[in-house]
């Protein structure tokens, strides 16, 4: 079956400027994370929702970045103003339900000029 | 503070010979641990959940066992296909859904 799938899969922008990452998981699966992936920082957490319940956003690095999730399915992450430092691969996974396994989308190379 | 390390960072294999990865965590409450494996440009594939000491997940040369403070993920006779990097990932405490990642164990297999 279909996997996770992202939009773009390459995303080059200029400081500043706003982006929207998208994320399609997997059919049925009712839990959606987002991660980032650096170099030198490794994998991170940044925001997971389940359902209907308000999203895990725990692990937003600030208030410039938030995500939103469509009618139980699509997830979108948006970066505001956008900082070099932003710059990695920003991975989304879903699950089954929340705590089961995770599986990853292709990820979305960003590139803040 | 709760964290999870792997060791190697690196890993050079000759084709057939068999190794393994280590992956330690210091954790309140382990809910899960989970191996992935990722390719250059892709996503994590995953691999194996192990979610109590003493138990064992197989898939054809990768073998992944837990204990109350580490995890192995022994590979067999390795082929060059096997080259990747392999991750390691706790759930940490059993109401915290998110996974915490290892830098990961890039394992090179020639030929």
């Known amino acids: 079956g279909a996997g996770v799938s992202q939009s773009p899969s390459n995303k080059v922008t200029e400081k500043g400027k706003d982006v929207e990452l998208r994320c399609d998981p997997i059919?049925?699966?009712?839990?959606l994370y987002w991660y980032r992936q650096s170099l030198g920082q490794g994998l991170e957490f940044l925001i997971y929702?389940?359902?209907?319940?308000?999203?895990?956003k725990s692990g937003l690095p600030s208030d410039r970045f938030s995500a939103e999730r469509t009618g139980g399915s699509v997830s979108t992450l948006t970066i505001q103003r956008t900082q070099q430092e932003d710059s990695a691969v920003y991975l989304c996974?879903?699950?089954?339900?929340?705590?089961?396994?995770?599986?990853f989308g292709p990820g979305t190379r960003l590139t803040v000029l | 503070e709760d964290q999870v390390t792997q060791s190697p960072e690196a890993l050079r294999l000759q084709e057939g010979e068999s190794s393994s990865l280590n992956c330690s965590y210091t954790?309140?409450?382990?809910?899960?641990l989970f191996w992935y494996r990722q390719d250059p440009g892709k996503g994590p594939e995953f691999l194996f959940t192990?979610?109590?000491a003493g138990e064992e997940k197989e898939k054809e040369r990768l073998k992944a066992t837990l204990t109350k403070k580490e995890s192995f993920l022994h590979i067999t006779a390795p082929k060059p296909e096997d080259s990747a990097t392999y991750l390691c990932?706790?759930?940490?405490?059993?109401?915290?859904?998110?996974?915490?990642f290892g830098a990961g164990t890039t394992v090179t297999v020639r030929a």
């Open positions: 990932a706790v759930q940490m405490s059993p109401n915290d859904y998110k996974l915490s």
């Open positions: 996974a879903s699950s089954r339900q929340v705590g089961d396994t995770q599986y």
């Open positions: 059919s049925g699966h009712t839990a």
């Open positions: 954790v309140s409450g382990l809910r899960g």
């Open positions: 192990l979610y109590s």
């Open positions: 929702f389940q359902g209907n319940s308000a999203p895990d």
